[in-house]
């Protein structure tokens, strides 16, 4: 009975979440990106609907990056066991 799951919400910071799950390169670039939109929102040529397709936008992004680098990892280590 002890080994039980303790019932609850794991709680995660997002900057720790996104650097594990798509790397901190894909991350970092994300920051980047987000920073850039938001020197933009001050222009008052962007509505808050541009502004709400960037930021989407850029996450789609940081996830490709990331599965992009997962495809590269399992790439690598599956021809790591056909060499050997």
């Known amino acids: 009975m002890k080994a039980r799951m303790k019932k609850g919400v794991k709680v995660m910071k997002a900057a720790a979440l996104y650097t594990k799950e798509y790397g901190a ?4 670039s994300y920051l980047r ?3 850039e939109i938001d020197a933009l929102m001050g222009d008052a040529r962007y509505t808050r609907l541009d502004i709400c397709h960037l930021r989407e936008d850029n996450f789609r992004r940081m996830k490709a990056e990331g599965a ?14 056909l060499a050997a």
């Open 25 to 28: 390169a894909a991350y970092k």
């Open 33 to 35: 990106r987000e920073a």
């Open 68 to 81: 992009r680098r997962m495809a590269e990892m399992a790439a690598g280590s599956s021809a790591k066991l």
